[in-house]
């Protein structure tokens, strides 16, 4: 992780050594050193980062490494900070850089004084680390006793199946997978993060008897992270020759890999055979298998199990096979485990439960927590006192008690196995509180104003920071915790437990401090400080001087935290990131506008109403987040944030009227010179003669943009300028009123990469170029009144429409899904279609529905006709629909509908009762 610190440094040197900074005599040379030091470190830093676990020495220099990057960048930004300044042309601004050099001598001496020591202290961790690792070498091939952590996965394959629980229904069904009647290989992959139970599942699946009369031949090895492809082909082969009781061929242990699989490939010819890959960590590991198993067309079968998602799928994608996602186990089972772990099999004692199911709620289902911290109780009195203790400090448990570090060495597998890059990211999400919902775009402007996310070609940092979250849900080491529309993903949550580890290791690393409670005991330098609760007013000054990130979580006043921090921490001047989202503050602190190397500034949902000129101080700032606040118009001052990439400024709130949903901003003019912009987020268009719907054209990079109150008038000056942005995902247009007319047709070809389409208010009909957005993922319409009874013809062959929203848009009496229509289709909304009296899906329509909600349609007293004909349906959403439609799926009804719906494995109907939400489930 060191690795991220020295890239993020060896990219700001450049200021430093252009001609027009003054340096004093030899302190160029010096910085030179130490750029190519640092070059000539990371050379070993990607190796030295996969041998910390493994070597004390090691981790002690890369976290020595670390510090001395982050401290150089420190100095170099502060030494900016004190010669900052721009000169003018001609006489007078040679006069101005005379006077500012002559201002600044002091300075530049220190700037001397510092690089010196930095380099100073570069040659000492360098032969350091040569000296000392040599010691500990020699000491290491020595007698020295070394305690190993015990693995205790391999007790997975001696468990009885008495002992188990929530295993009935996945052992069914990969049983039934591995017996189906298909002659082909298939590979069943069964995925989930560590101590989910696979390698357990999987045993019973394999050692069961009608598995073991199925199938010919029969062969287990367990792969790991660290594999040796020859050992484990001779495991194999000595294993399906024992088990037939035939001699294993001769010199088996001196041949190649090539020769091994050939002598696998030729035993398992025209054999139905089951094979079990279990622990495998990447896709190279399954590729040096694969070949050695034949497709005699027998039936045959692998099973293999892996924390990654993508392997599981592409090893069962190969071979026409199937997933399972193994699931943490349901609350009624996590009890039973933990009471027949830690009571032997007895009820809690009552005095005992509620702490019972507090710790028992930390472990989130995880077998393998269930009973490692079942069998530390055990040990223990049982004693509220000392349940109590085990409960608040389980983290410090996991780090100590030997009862638990097997269990949490197994899950820091899949820690140790990530790329350097992917490492640090993961050990920052140690910045949100427990169980706390973690927003998609805010993190992702996180890592990148923090330098984690390394720059590609052909990529944007966001991109490449997407990538990085793929490659965490992929390791199982986040969770999803919340999507829209079945395929966006907004929200993501870590399990208590991984969450515990990383807090721990991040502290141990200096990369987050936590203030979550009173009397804990700051490092040296905090360098990101998360605010959880409380922060003291005891720590040295010294303590926030090199401080980069703050973010405050807590409900108190946030402007008190900023000013107890900026009087410690000399005004935090290199503060890159502040975010103090959904805090209380009402006024725009002071402090913020002198933060001039600031990249991310987030005040959502707080109470601000003004933002003052002085903003256009930060002109490194890349997010401004507003949203949610009562800021309604930004100052002109803004046009001077170059290098702003996301701006976000709109309220939503209720209101009777409900088109009025949402308010954006007087943006102000010349808005086109902010052209870095990729989010504009909402512009209100009333405003001007159109000046500023012209000004988007210039503001080529837009991935989403958001307009309200548009006029009729402004259709034609908006599509001209929507022609021009290539690179729009996300579009949204609300007219000023609900009977104001949106005219688009004026748009020629819709922008190629559009993704999301929102239209608010009246429209004749769809526009004309809707047919050919192919790439459209989402659409939402609402209040569009459309007449056209062909309202859905232009929508139905969209190749990638997975969501549809028609919200008060249709005043027609029918809508007829026809066969063949919306073959990717996912959700389907209609509400609040006052006309609408019957909907009609034919046979082969919307055939991958899952999810499908009516609201408020109050003529519509009958389910859609040919509903039974979508199999894949997951849930029916019924919102205050007519008493009659819902009347007749009782399933005590004679010749009512229930028959229409039974397939379907969640009805809700629902609506406001009694100034109340309801919900009601059918089945």
């Not at 009496?813 to 019957?838: D, H, P, R, S, V």
Request: net charge neutral; proline share 3%.
């Amino acid at each position: 992780m060191a690795e991220s610190a020295v890239f993020h440094l060896l990219a700001n040197f450049a200021p430093f050594l252009q001609e027009e900074v003054n340096l004093l005599t030899g302190v160029r040379d010096e910085i030179e050193y130490i750029r190519d030091e640092f070059e000539r470190m990371t050379a070993f830093l990607r190796v030295a980062d996969a041998m910390e676990e493994t070597d004390p020495g090691i981790a002690v220099w890369v976290k020595q490494v670390r510090e001395a990057a982050y401290d150089t960048a420190d100095a170099l930004d502060m030494h900016m900070l004190r010669l900052g300044h721009h000169h003018g042309n001609g006489v007078r601004g040679f006069l101005h850089k005379v006077c500012c050099y002559i201002k600044t001598i002091k300075a530049r001496h220190q700037i001397a004084s510092e690089v010196k020591g930095i380099k100073s202290r570069l040659i000492n961790i360098s032969e350091g680390y040569q000296r000392y690792s040599d010691i500990y070498r020699r000491q290491e091939q020595g007698s020295r006793p070394t305690i190993a952590w015990y693995d205790s996965r391999g007790d997975a394959l001696l468990l009885e199946e008495a002992e188990l629980v929530g295993i009935e229904k996945p052992k069914s069904q990969l049983i039934q997978w591995l017996m189906e009647d298909d002659p082909q290989l298939k590979v069943v992959s069964i995925a989930g993060m560590g101590g989910l139970g696979k390698t357990t599942l999987t045993k019973k699946v394999y050692d069961d008897p009608i598995v073991k009369k199925h199938f010919q031949n029969h062969a287990w090895i367990t792969v790991s992270e660290s594999f040796k492809t020859e050992k484990l082909l001779q495991s194999m082969i000595e294993q399906l020759f024992e088990e037939v009781k035939q001699p294993i061929p001769q010199g088996v242990e001196n041949m190649d890999t090539n020769s091994l699989k050939g002598i696998i490939n030729a035993f398992l010819q025209q054999k139905r055979y089951v094979l079990v890959l279990d622990d495998v960590w990447n896709i190279h590991a399954w590729k040096s298998f694969r070949y050695a198993f034949p497709n005699g067309y027998c039936g045959s079968r692998v099973i293999l199990t892996t924390r990654k998602v993508d392997l599981a799928s592409f090893s069962s994608g190969e071979c026409h096979g199937h997933v399972y996602n193994l699931m943490p186990l349901a609350s009624e089972d996590s009890w039973t485990l933990f009471c027949r772990k830690t009571f032997q099999g007895n009820s809690s004692p009552p005095y005992l439960e509620g702490l019972s199911r507090d710790i028992l709620r930390r472990c989130e289902g995880l077998p393998l927590a269930i009973v490692a911290i079942s069998g530390l109780l055990t040990t223990k009195e049982k004693n509220v006192e000392e349940w109590e203790r085990i409960s608040r400090s389980l983290g410090a448990e996991l780090e100590e008690n030997e009862k638990l570090t097997s269990m949490s060495r197994i899950l820091s597998l899949s820690f140790f196995d990530l790329p350097w890059n992917l490492k640090l990211c993961f050990l920052y999400l140690s910045i949100f509180p427990e169980d706390y919902s973690i927003d998609h775009w805010r993190l992702i402007r996180l890592w990148v104003a923090e330098g984690f996310v390394e720059a590609k070609d052909g990529m944007t940092v966001e991109e490449v920071a997407q990538s990085y979250l793929n490659g965490l849900i992929n390791r199982s080491l986040i969770q999803v915790a919340r999507k829209r529309n079945e395929r966006r993903i907004t929200a993501y949550r870590i399990h208590d437990l991984w969450r515990e580890i990383i807090v721990s290791k991040s502290k141990e690393q200096n990369i987050v401090t936590l203030a979550s409670e009173r009397g804990i005991v700051w490092p040296k330098k905090v360098r990101c400080l998360s605010v959880h609760q409380y922060l003291d007013s005891e720590q040295e000054s010294s303590c926030f001087t090199h401080l980069r990130s703050l973010i405050v979580f807590s409900s108190i006043d946030s402007f008190s935290i900023l000013s107890k921090v900026a009087l410690l921490g000399d005004g935090l001047r290199l503060l890159t990131s502040l975010d103090l989202e959904g805090t209380q503050l009402e006024t725009f602190p002071n402090e913020i506008v002198k933060l001039c190397h600031l990249k991310h500034l987030s005040l959502r949902g707080t109470k601000l109403k003004t933002i003052p000129k002085s903003i256009g101080n930060l002109q490194n700032l890349e997010t401004l987040d507003l949203k949610q606040t009562h800021v309604t118009e930004l100052p002109d001052e803004i046009l001077k944030l170059r290098r702003l990439r996301h701006l976000l400024l709109y309220r939503y709130h209720f209101s009777e009227n409900a088109f009025r949903y949402g308010t954006g901003f007087k943006a102000p003019m010349g808005i086109g010179s902010l052209s870095s912009l990729q989010k504009l987020c909402s512009v209100e268009a009333n405003h001007d003669n159109g000046i500023v719907l012209r000004e988007l054209r210039k503001l080529t990079q837009l991935r989403r943009v958001h307009i309200l109150k548009l006029r009729r008038t402004d259709g034609k000056v908006l599509c001209s300028s929507l022609e021009k942005l290539k690179n729009l995902r996300s579009l949204c247009v609300s007219a000023i009123q609900e009977d104001e007319i949106i005219d688009l047709d004026s748009l020629s070809s819709p922008p190629q990469r559009l993704r999301t389409l929102y239209l608010v208010g009246h429209l004749q009909r769809l526009p004309r170029w809707i047919p050919s957005a192919f790439n459209l993922v989402r659409v939402c319409l609402r209040h569009s009144k459309i007449r056209d009874a062909d309202l859905l013809r232009s929508l139905q062959d969209l190749p990638n429409l997975a969501s549809l929203d028609i919200f008060h848009a249709y005043v027609g009496k029918e809508l007829c899904f026809k066969a063949g229509a919306f073959q990717n289709l996912e959700i389907l909304w209609l509400g609040e279609l006052n006309e609408l009296i019957w909907v009609r899906v034919e046979a082969s329509s919307m055939h991958r529905l899952k999810n499908l909600f009516l609201a408020k349609c109050k003529l519509m007293e009958e389910l859609p006709s040919g509903i039974e004909h979508l199999t894949n349906l997951k849930s029916l959403h019924l919102f205050n629909m007519p008493d009659s439609l819902i009347s007749r799926l009782s399933r005590d009804l004679q010749g009512g509908d229930y028959w229409k719906v039974s397939h379907i494995p969640c009805v809700i109907t629902g609506g406001w009762k009694d100034d109340r939400w309801q919900e009601y489930f059918l089945s």
